[in-house]
Each structure stands twice: as structure tokens, then as C-alpha cells.
């Protein structure tokens, strides 16, 4: 000790110094070698909104946070994570721009509003569903538990983990204050004049005559389709053919990880070595929790509802005999009969709970139930009825309505809490009891009564061994050589394509893979994922890549094209997916040229050698008769207020004819019933969709609007 104070009291300005140096030091190498965490220039921005940046830690953070808040309802995969990534990304984006465009319009939240959602009379709904402010006798939201929760969190959860959580509800609440304030603007706005409704109404009672020729497109198999008649297509439907956000495909070689016979040999001699040890043990638990991959869980099992094809052999075997090794779901196992009971299929009973906590949170003291409790059985010794009793005393809402009863078979027993299972399962008809109940969902004391226990038969214990069936690190390492061989002998796109061509590896292709991705469609979810999106947009098109590890496979990868923002480019691609709607507009134009100048319908049918048709009683809102076909121009044509009756139409393109119509009636729908009640649910129905669908519109617009610029090496 006194050599330390020594060293405190003597050396201090110089050990500072030594640090500062060290400091200085570890700063400047970081600039010279460019990894500076943007103090002197690197990127450190996740993505860029409009030139501002969101910088990763703060995106990380949100990324954190929302893994508390869903990881306490659900385990977290990678497929989840991946979710949760993308998820926080953009809501980031989300509210940026929303605070842009709130600031402009003098837009804000203030504290006191902040408060009002999280501890006034009526919150936010995220605030309202939370578990923990439910008054269980009114099963409605209890504000002033808001405040106790926060007093009593450290007993309630010492862990730390509901804390955490509800300080991460507290702060999602706030993010989302300013984005539902500033689309509640838009949602108060919408109105629909009714007016536009009888209109409506009016247009969609319309109804028509017509005669038509229809004239199917000819010299399918002459028409030569040149880059002019793509490129007047995409020019004219250039909004259909624009991206919005630039992408990346790829092309990949999989080496699937998939067991050896060695793997195999190992599972199997693994079980073989303990199978007479396991036939004559007696502590059946100790021994597989001491050899199985899968821990010891004592259950019994009917073999109506044993789903396995080994059934009949299991069920076939006699008390602590042992069967297999068999293979089943990707598990060799050994199987040992434990013990034969009966039990009955199903079990009908009723009864009164009283709890003393639920998920963590104390409700009433062990002393206060026990009275409640007991209060509820000298109410039914008094006369009182069950159903009388249960709506009086029971905190179980799902089986009020049903006087306390529930029949569970006995498939569901594992799902019961084990002290209510035992009860009602090993005990018969007519049995009545005080069970007390302690678990992680809730505590508390049930009244439970036996009403019937039919279909008494055999159950069986099985005590299980299990080995997963998984690829060894021989196996991984001879794979991983095969990928890597593949990726050094196949280094040029020539050589990667020439090797799929050839048939001697697969090769798989994904498309539409955005810089700001956290998953690639065929290859699934992972970290591993986005090293892949960062080399694939940090890499030229045909560049082949280094081996890549994924969870069950390795993969080589071919940058196989990438598509910028824009007009989409005429490649085969593109070519391939339009082709057959310039073919049909470049037939339907010489089709209708060969009926230049006639002015009849008798004229086209005599040339055509199609027959005049009519079709008759069709409304305005309907595109499809059953005499027309699809064919929403040829409606749109009928109904316009410019057509005249009695006269031809000019061609009008289909699907795949040409139409030529005379309408020879015009009329409302004689049983028409266009009341005012029914005005009024057309108008609030219609903005009620108005204000559904604008929800989600506004915020896409924004980001449709905005310059976004994603910087791939830091998601």
C-alpha cells in the first residue's frame, strides 16, 4: 500500500503526462491510419437526410433500445434483429424529416405534452396496453399506477430488465410524439363535401348499351420489335419504369454445411456407447441431463396424439427398455420407457382465482389472498352458486362468462401451470381443493373443482436421449477449402460464369438489394449479411468476391449489376419484362391501320370479318361484362360526357383486340336508392380510407422527396 501512495503522491504529473501523451499518440494514429471516428474527417454517419447526418452511435442506440423493448415479449433471432435494424433506420430518417418540416410550420411538443402522454389521464396507447398499469378488478388502464410502478420497479424486478424496459417505452413514446402530431395535422384536415359522394353515386348507377366489333390483334408471329419501339414505351410510361432507390444483384455459388458420415458416426457411436449404461440406470434424469443434447422433461404421453413415425415402436416397448438409435428431426436418439399411468383424455373442471402478483408485479399480500380465497369457498358452502361466486372473487376474466369452467386435454397438460395440472389430472371426479400457484406469469391461489374426467387410458414416460446431427469442424474446414478453391480459380466473372454454364457448381441469383438491406433473399438474416451488402457496394459490377461464412453455408459472390436512380436502362432485363406490352401496342397499331376510314360498325365488321355484339346494361363502375370482357377503356369511353350516342368510337386499344363501339344508350339505374343515410356512410367511409391511407403516404413522400444517402460501411 505504501509503495502505491508513494507512486500517487511523487509521480502523479508525471504519470499525467505519460496518459496525455498516450492520448495524443492513440488520436494521431487513428487520423493517419483514417480510422478517426470522424473527428478529423471520416465518415461517421449512418446515413446522410438532406445533407445532415445521423451518425452511427446514435443509431445503434435506437437499434439497442428497441431490442430491450421487443426482447422482453419474444426471443430475438436473427431474422427479428435484422427487422429491428431496418426498423430503427428508418423511423431515425422518419423523424428528421418530420422535424424539418414541423420546424417550418412552427410544429412542436412540449414537455408538459410529453408528461400528458406518459403519466396523464389519457396517454398514449403504447402507455395504456401496458401490463403493469391494468387495474385487474376493472381490466381498464389505471393512471395512478403509472407513477406506483415507478416507486416499487426495484422490488418488482431487481434485475433491472422491467426498468430498462419502461425507461426505453418512455423514450419511444416521446420519439413518436412529434411524427403522430404532425400527421394528426393531415388526418383533421380531410374532409369529403357530399357532393362528391351523390356524384359518386350518381356516375356508378350509370348504365349503358352499346354495340361493339371487337377485332383480336393480327401477324403476332411478324411483328419485329427494334430498341426505338422499347425505348418509345419506357419513354411513355416513364413513371412506371423509374427507380426510386438504386440497388445491387448479385450472383452466388452456395457450399452448403451439411454432416458427413463422420459427423454421423459421431452421433450415433456417441449413443451406442451409453445405451446398455442407460438401460439399466435408475436415475433416468440425472443420466440424460448428463449425455443428451436436449435436457431431461418428465411427461406423459398418449399415443393418439404422439405425432412421430416411430410411434408404434415406442409405445411397443416394455417398462426400462431401450430403443434405437433412430433419427428424427435432425436428432439421433435413444428412447427408454419410464413409466405406464392412466389418465383421462380430457379433464372438465371449474375454478376461482385469486392472485398475489402478475409478471412480477405484487397485486395483493400472500395473507389478503388466502382470506379473499377463503371468503369465496364460504360463499359457496352458504348456498351461493359457482357462477355467482366467480364473477364476485375470480381475477380470471377468460372464464367469467363461462362460470369458472374450462376442459383441457390432456395433451394441454405441459401448458397448465404444474400445480393446477397435477391437481386436476391426478386426482378424480368430484375432488375439490385450494391449490397455490407460483410461477413467472402470475401467483395466487386457485379454488379448484373436478367435474368429470372421461376417456381414462394409458400415458407414457419416456425418458429420451438426443445428439444433433451437425457439421463437425473436419467437415466446416473441408467445405470452406472447396469454397475457397472455387473463389482462387474462379476470380474473373468469365471464369465464375463459365463454371455455372457448365453445370459443376449452382449458381443462384438475388436481385433488388438495397445499400440500407439487412437481408438477401435465399441467404436469410445475419451480420454476415451486411458484410456482404458492403463489399457488393464497395466492389464493380462482374468483381468476384472472397469466400463469405454464413450460418449454414459459405457463398461466392458475383457483382452482377447494379441499377442507379432514374429512368430504368433498356437492358435485356427490362426488354424481357416489357416485351409483350410493346408488342401488343406495336400490333395494335397496324391492326388499327388496315381500319382507317371506316365510319360504320358495318364497315369494320364486313372488313374485319367480326360480327357486330352488343352488350347491354353495364354499369359505369364496373371494367368487366361478361359480352366485353376486361376491357376498363371501352367503359371509360362509354360513359365520358364528350361520346355521343348513336356514333362510332375511334379504335380503342384491349388487352388483345381492338374495339370499335357505338353506345345506343345512356341511362340511371331505375331501381337506384340513393338516400341520405346512405350518403352519410359512403362520406364517413370514404374518409376514414382518406385518412388510413394518407398515414403512411405522407411519410413515404417525404422520404420520396428527400436526398438520402446511406453509408454502407457503418450499417
Known amino acids: 500500500m505504501s509503495v502505491i501512495q508513494k507512486i500517487r503522491t511523487k509521480y502523479a504529473k508525471l504519470a499525467g503526462g505519460v496518459i496525455a501523451f498516450a492520448l495524443v499518440a492513440f488520436i494521431l494514429t487513428d487520423f493517419l491510419t483514417g480510422n478517426n471516428g470522424g473527428l478529423f474527417g471520416r465518415d461517421d454517419s449512418a446515413v446522410k437526410v438532406n445533407g445532415d447526418k445521423i451518425d452511427f452511435i446514435e443509431y445503434n442506440t435506437r437499434v439497442q433500445a428497441y431490442e430491450t423493448l421487443y426482447g422482453a415479449s419474444q426471443e430475438l433471432d436473427e431474422n427479428m434483429r435484422a427487422q429491428l435494424r431496418e426498423q430503427a433506420l428508418q423511423d ?43 387495474n385487474p378488478e376493472t381490466n381498464r388502464f389505471d393512471p395512478q399506477r403509472v407513477k406506483l410502478f415507478e416507486q416499487q420497479i426495484d422490488q ?67 411483328v419485329e420489335l427494334t430498341d426505338e419501339d422499347y425505348k418509345d414505351y419506357v419513354n411513355k410510361h416513364k413513371k412506371e419504369y423509374t427507380i426510386q432507390v438504386a440497388s445491387r444483384s448479385i450472383e452466388y455459388v452456395p457450399f452448403n454445411l451439411l454432416p458427413s458420415k463422420e459427423d454421423t458416426a459421431r452421433a450415433l457411436d456417441a449413443l451406442v456407447a451409453v445405451k446398455d449404461d442407460f438401460t439399466d440406470t435408475k436415475d433416468n434424469e440425472s443420466f440424460v441431463n448428463r449425455n443428451s443434447d436436449v435436457s431431461y422433461r418428465e411427461n406423459y404421453v398418449k399415443k393418439a396424439t404422439f405425432l412421430s413415425p416411430y410411434s408404434d415402436s415406442l409405445f411397443g416397448l416394455k417398462e426400462g427398455e431401450v430403443y434405437g438409435p433412430y433419427f428424427e428431426r435432425d436428432n439421433y436418439k435413444l428412447t427408454k420407457l419410464v413409466d405406464v399411468k392412466q389418465y383421462p383424455d380430457s379433464v372438465k373442471c371449474r375454478h376461482i382465482l385469486v392472485k398475489t402478483a402478475d409478471r412480477g408485479r405484487e397485486i395483493l399480500s400472500d395473507s389478503l389472498a388466502k382470506l379473499k380465497i377463503d371468503s369465496a369457498i364460504a360463499a359457496l358452502k352458504a348456498g351461493a352458486t359457482f357462477a355467482e361466486v366467480v364473477q364476485k372473487y375470480s381475477e380470471d376474466d377468460g372464464s367469467k362468462n363461462t362460470a369458472g369452467e374450462y376442459t383441457f386435454a390432456f395433451q394441454q397438460r405441459p401448458n397448465l401451470s404444474k400445480e393446477f395440472g397435477d391437481f386436476i389430472f391426478e386426482n378424480r371426479k368430484g375432488d375439490k381443493e385450494t391449490v397455490k400457484v407460483e410461477n413467472s406469469n402470475y401467483s395466487g391461489y386457485h379454488y379448484i373443482e373436478i367435474l368429470n374426467q372421461p376417456g381414462l387410458s394409458n400415458a407414457y414416460s419416456f425418458a429420451t436421449i438426443e445428439k444433433a446431427l451437425y457439421p463437425g469442424e473436419n467437415t466446416e474446414n473441408n467445405v470452406f477449402a472447396q469454397a475457397s478453391e472455387f473463389a482462387a480459380s474462379h476470380s474473373t466473372a468469365a471464369a465464375f460464369d463459365s463454371a455455372g454454364k457448365s453445370g459443376l457448381v449452382q449458381r443462384r441469383f438475388a436481385e433488388n438489394i438495397k445499400v440500407n438491406d439487412f437481408s438477401i433473399q435465399g441467404l436469410g438474416s445475419s451480420n454476415e449479411i451486411r458484410q456482404i451488402i458492403q463489399w457488393l457496394y464497395n466492389s464493380e459490377v462482374g468483381a468476384i468476391s472472397q469466400v463469405f461464412s454464413l450460418s449454414d453455408k459459405y457463398v461466392v459472390i458475383k457483382n452482377a449489376g447494379k441499377k442507379e436512380k432514374g429512368l430504368m436502362p433498356l437492358d435485356d432485363n427490362l426488354k424481357a419484362n416489357i416485351e409483350s406490352d410493346v408488342r401488343n401496342k406495336k400490333l395494335a397499331d397496324q391492326t388499327i391501320q388496315k381500319y382507317n376510314g371506316k365510319s360504320t360498325l358495318a364497315a369494320v365488321s364486313e372488313a374485319s370479318g367480326q360480327e357486330i355484339k352488343k352488350a347491354d346494361s353495364f354499369r359505369a363502375n364496373s371494367s368487366f361484362t361478361g359480352d366485353l370482357g376486361f376491357a376498363p377503356k371501352v367503359v371509360g369511353y362509354t360513359f365520358s360526357k364528350s361520346t355521343q350516342l348513336n356514333t362510332m368510337s375511334p379504335a380503342i386499344q384491349g388487352q388483345g383486340s381492338i374495339y370499335y363501339v357505338v353506345p345506343t344508350a345512356v341511362f340511371q339505374d331505375p331501381y337506384r336508392n340513393t338516400d341520405s343515410a346512405l ?23 417525404l422520404i420520396k422527396n428527400a436526398d438520402v444517402d446511406y453509408n454502407v460501411d457503418n450499417l
Not at 389519457?122 to 401496458?130: E, G, L
Not at 367511409?685 to 398515414?695: D, F, H, L
Open 92 to 134: 431515425l430518417i422518419k423523424e428528421k424529416l418530420i422535424r424539418e418540416e414541423a420546424e417550418k410550420i412552427g410544429l412542436t411538443v412540449t414537455k408538459k405534452e410529453e408528461n400528458e402522454m406518459i403519466y396523464g389521464q389519457d396517454p398514449d396507447q403504447a402507455v395504456k396496453t401496458y401490463q403493469a398499469f391494468t
Open 156 to 222: 418488482i424486478d431487481p434485475s433491472g430488465r422491467a426498468k430498462a424496459h419502461w425507461e426505453e417505452m418512455k423514450k419511444y413514446v416521446v420519439y413518436n410524439a412529434l411524427p403522430k402530431k404532425y400527421n394528426m395535422l393531415f388526418n383533421n384536415s380531410v374532409y369529403v363535401p357530399k357532393y362528391l359522394i351523390e356524384a359518386r353515386l350518381e356516375r356508378e348507377e350509370q348504365m349503358a348499351n352499346i354495340d361493339f366489333v371487337s377485332i383480336p390483334y393480327d401477324g403476332n408471329d411478324k
Open 679 to 701: 350518403i352519410n356512410r359512403e362520406q364517413i367511409m370514404m374518409q376514414s380510407q382518406i385518412k388510413n391511407a394518407m398515414s403512411g403516404t405522407i411519410t413515404e413522400q
